[in-house]
């Protein structure tokens, strides 16, 4: 059995990097998938994910078909880097650099179709010192750009990449050295995990280098520990606390990825509420709502005046949205009984995600079911802000 695991986690892993680069793909594609840098991007996360899912078809199989399309994919990688520098950077590599890299992906790509016992270890060697190049051209390109000709988002973002591109080479180089640092399996796939997970992290503009830096780490110490204390108390071998790790740690990025592609996914909805709310040229709150509402595919919007709430004493209800202007179902019980039970009844009555005070006089209030805005708190909290904005000058008109 342990002579079999190395293969077994080695398509353990092959099969993560798929399932991360498929996530990735997904969530380009719903960005937009004929952006021009988008299809710059797919272009590489299309070569990786044939070059991992055809690793894990030859684990499978053992068929030299997969090993050449291993060895094809391999060769595209470097071009696939160079080509989404450009587009981040804007500008367009040396013209020896390009011919360069078109002269050995042509090379290489042909080469995979040559037997192993004709033209390795002399291939394996030269497709390593391209990668190598490749990577660190990419990544000098990165670092000696014109900052002022970019963005702030879009220097973050090339910042980003070409220090993931960088960390991705140690990952890279110990596939084709695995012999001689004795290790049992290719941890590429980690390092492809790793850039997916940094790359995901550029749609949050809020968040900082050392902050996706901090949960990487975070992630790779809490599967090592958890990995040598396993080791520990079975008793396993060098090699197998490796693998053990491994396992683990290709486990929690994919996880991981996951999490953040939610994140990121509910973040957006929330901000196309807040967009189609900004665009909305309907001439009363009504109006306004419903379009909101049946723009984002949601059902659920309700004026409510005091004619329909008979059962409620205004002063209570005028007392409740004055302290709170926009109502959450999620948000804590008022202290006081009265203001609780009103605040009860009006969510369990009209089955709301939020209750807004459109009018003060007379008391008007507008019941909303957008749950896309209440899965995310920064959209909250600006909703909140502009509903109390609009009290403020409501307030100020009256005068």
Known sequence: MMTAAPYIVDLFLSISAVIGLLLMRAMIVDQGRYDPLNQRFLFGVHAMILLFGARAAYSLTDLNLFRALVLFAAALVPLAALLLTEGLLRRHAAKFIKVGFAVMTTLLSVSALFPVELVDPFRLVILLMFQVAGFLICGLLVFTRDVSSLSRAENQMAE??????????????????????????????????????????????????????????????????????????????????????????????????????????????????????????????????????????????????????????????????????????????????????????????????????????????????????????????????????????EVKNAE
């Open 160 to 393: 980003r990449i070409g220090l993931s591109v960088f960390l991705l080479l140690p990952f890279a180089a110990a596939d084709f050295l695995m012999v001689y640092f004795n290790l049992p399996v290719r941890v590429s796939a980690l390092g492809v995990l790793f850039l997916c997970w940094l790359s995901i992290t550029l749609g949050k503009s809020s968040r900082s280098h050392i902050d996706a830096l901090m949960g990487f780490c975070v992630t790779v110490v809490a599967a090592i520990l958890s990995g040598a204390t396993v080791s520990f108390l079975m008793g396993f071998s060098w090699n197998a606390t490796i693998m053990t790790v491994a396992i683990l740690l290709g486990s929690a990025l994919c996880a991981a990825l996951y999490n953040e592609i939610r994140t990121l996914k509910t973040e957006a909805q929330g901000v196309a509420v807040l967009e189609e709310m900004s665009k909305n040229s309907a001439s009363s709150p009504m109006d306004f709502l419903r379009n909101v509402v049946g723009n984002m595919d949601n059902d659920g919007v309700a004026l409510i005046d005091l004619d329909t709430l008979h059962d409620c004493q205004e002063e209570v209800l005028t007392e409740l949205f004055r302290k709170h202007p926009v109502l959450r179902r999620s948000d804590p019980i008022p202290s006081n009984p009265d203001l609780a039970e009103h605040k009860s009844h009006l969510f369990e009555r009209y089955q709301a995600s939020h209750i807004l005070c459109a009018q003060a006089q007379p008391l008007t209030l507008i019941a909303l079911s957008i749950p896309m805005i209440a899965a995310t708190k920064r959209v909250e909290s600006e909703l909140n802000a502009a509903q109390s904005f609009s009290r403020l000058l």
